[in-house]
């Protein structure tokens, strides 16, 4: 979309040839690196892989970027304002962890946390093309991703094993012991059992508690042994990474030059092709719209058409147009100006037709917007429909940025990725899954839902409990109180099994305390057969 980065075809000058990369020399700031990312991969697989939840991951999470700020500053490297901005992100995602369960961002939330991490790394290290965020932003984390980091990911060893000739003595004299420790335990474990098979005396008496507890630990802890294994690989790759982008990022400026030409030689079509295609695309959509007006706008006034039965037939197929419509016109938005010869700044037929396709998809937006609202208003929200409606307003900022961008020149991929992070990191940070349980929960009580969805606090979690209390204490019908004192009942279990324990979070706190305070434990039962709501009772009532 942002030609000002790339020459026409006829412009096409060819780099020069990229001189070799450097070798991989370690110092003494890489071999304690080297070091350190052994305890950070075990703590990546003992605290976050396996949960995805709780302070264990805020604290890696805060742990890592401290890792990473002391090995950039003793190379010399300082921290842009861009590069806060991406540590903010990282650690805003990361303290979430610590607050809410997120049910309904958990996947999401896991992978944001980690595209932040290695991004990151990138801005700070100056290793994307222009220095910044920029329209290249995906080639440049496709480099971190997989390039820089499987690029030295053999660096790790070399630097371990360079540790003798640098200036750190503790490790130059600890690393062979430990390694000789290691051999020793493996050489061990095998020796034993044979010893004490073949001896049934005073050795068999001294070492047998110790064999057993060996044995228990490695053989019978399959999880524990499995996370000593995967840690290997993965303190390469995360060595891979942040040593990697400190040791390329003086070779971009060859990088980029050989971008630049790469994709200037996809300028190939004419300037009248690429307005024809447009040009039909918008005639096609203009008649389209203007055939199905009481389709298209009936949600903005609350009417369901007279060939719909349902309003979540009518929602739904909204939507998917919408996403069907957005994601064709971006790629014909996209390829129509990286491919024409003839630049966007040159011609004025262009930018009308850019212009035009994107009111149109706002236009779209706004329709399937109001028909989810519509939808709402009948069935109540859930998660699988705020997000939609936040994913619509992302894709509004878009289409506004592509209208301005034929006016005014910045990197609308720039613009996309902050806005992005930044309303993600901060909708991580607020109890989505408690927003969408309390507001089903509020209209309930109000009479303008006909029924509480009970599968919504399911979902929720934890975070359904004040909207479950908050029913259950007002409503009187008994197949919906039994459902939900024995979600809270279940939600009070796993509450207290966190309690303590490393992958406990606010959320949970909140919720043991307010359970207590209102008489609630393990041991309840549910009265239910009353017309009037009951309150929990013991076993000893």
């Known amino acids: 979309m942002t030609e000002q980065v790339l020459p026409t075809r006829d412009e096409v000058v060819l780099p020069k040839p990229v001189p070799p990369r450097h070798p991989f020399t370690p110092t003494s700031e890489d071999g304690l690196l080297a070091v350190f990312v ?36 003793s190379k010399g490297i300082s921290m842009s304002r861009e590069s806060y901005f991406w540590l903010a992100m990282l650690q805003l995602t990361g303290l979430s962890f610590a607050l809410w369960r997120n049910e309904g961002l958990a996947g999401w939330r896991a992978l ?37 980091a499987l690029r030295h990911f053999g660096s790790h060893y070399k630097s371990l094993f360079a540790l003798r000739q640098n200036k750190i003595l503790f490790m130059a004299k600890a690393w062979p012991i430990l390694l000789g420790a290691v051999l020793s335990i493996m050489l061990l474990s095998l020796v034993l059992p044979l010893l004490l098979t073949a001896d049934s005396g005073d050795f068999t008496i001294l070492v047998g508690d110790f064999a057993a507890a060996w044995r228990n630990l490695m053989w ?12 290997i690989p993965t303190a390469s790759y995360l060595f891979g990474l942040i040593a990697g982008s400190v040791h390329e990022a003086k070779g971009q400026g060859n990088r980029l030059s050989a971008a630049k030409s790469s994709l200037a030689t996809l300028r190939i079509l004419p300037l009248p092709t690429v307005l024809t295609v447009m040009g039909m695309l918008t ?8 055939g199905q007006l009481n389709y ?43 491919s024409s010869r003839t630049l966007r700044s040159r011609s004025f037929a262009l930018r ?9 998809t706002l236009l779209l937006i706004a329709t399937a917007f109001s028909k989810m609202m519509l939808y709402v208003d009948a069935f109540g929200l859930t998660m699988w429909r705020l997000l939609p409606l936040i994913f619509m307003l992302l894709l509004s900022v878009i289409c506004c940025a592509i209208i301005a961008l034929q006016k005014w020149q910045f990197s609308i991929m720039r613009l996309t990725a902050i806005v992005g992070a930044l309303a993600f990191s901060l909708l991580t ?30 979902r929720a979690g934890p975070a359904g409990v004040e909207a479950a209390l908050l029913v259950y204490r007002e409503t009187t019908e008994q197949d919906l109180r039994r459902n939900l004192a024995a979600y809270l009942n279940q939600a009070h279990r796993n509450a207290l099994s966190t309690s303590g324990r490393a992958f406990d979070t606010l959320e949970n706190a909140a919720l043991r305390r307010i359970l207590a305070q209102g008489g609630w434990d393990k041991t309840i039962e549910w009265g239910i057969g009353s017309d009037k709501p009951l309150a929990p009772r013991t076993r000893e009532d």
């Open 38 to 73: 052994f305890a950070l991969g075990f703590l990546f697989w003992h605290w976050v892989f396996f949960t995805w939840q709780g302070l264990q991951v805020t604290l890696f999470t805060a742990l890592f970027g401290t890792l990473c700020v002391l090995y950039f500053k």
């Open 112 to 148: 944001f946390l980690f595209c932040f991490a290695v991004y990151w790394v990138l801005a700070t290290t100056k290793m994307t093309l222009l220095g910044k965020t920029s329209d290249w932003l995906p080639l440049d984390f496709l480099n971190g991703l997989l390039g820089v």
């Open 220 to 231: 019978q802890n399959e999880e524990l042994t499995i996370k000593l294994i995967l840690t």
């Open 283 to 290: 005639t096609v959509y203009l008649v389209f719209i203007a």
């Open 296 to 338: 298209f706008f009936s949600s903005f006034v609350g009417e369901l058409p007279s060939h719909y039965l349902t309003y979540a037939d009518f929602a739904r197929r909204g939507f998917f147009e919408l996403c069907a419509i957005a994601v064709i016109n971006l790629a014909v938005l996209t390829i129509g100006n990286l």
């Open 352 to 360: 009308l037709l850019n212009i035009l396709l994107a009111v149109l």
């Open 429 to 458: 940070l607020v109890n989505l899954d408690g927003y969408v349980a309390n507001y089903n929960a509020q209209r309930y009580l109000e009479g303008t839902l006909s029924s509480f969805d009970i599968v919504t606090v399911l």
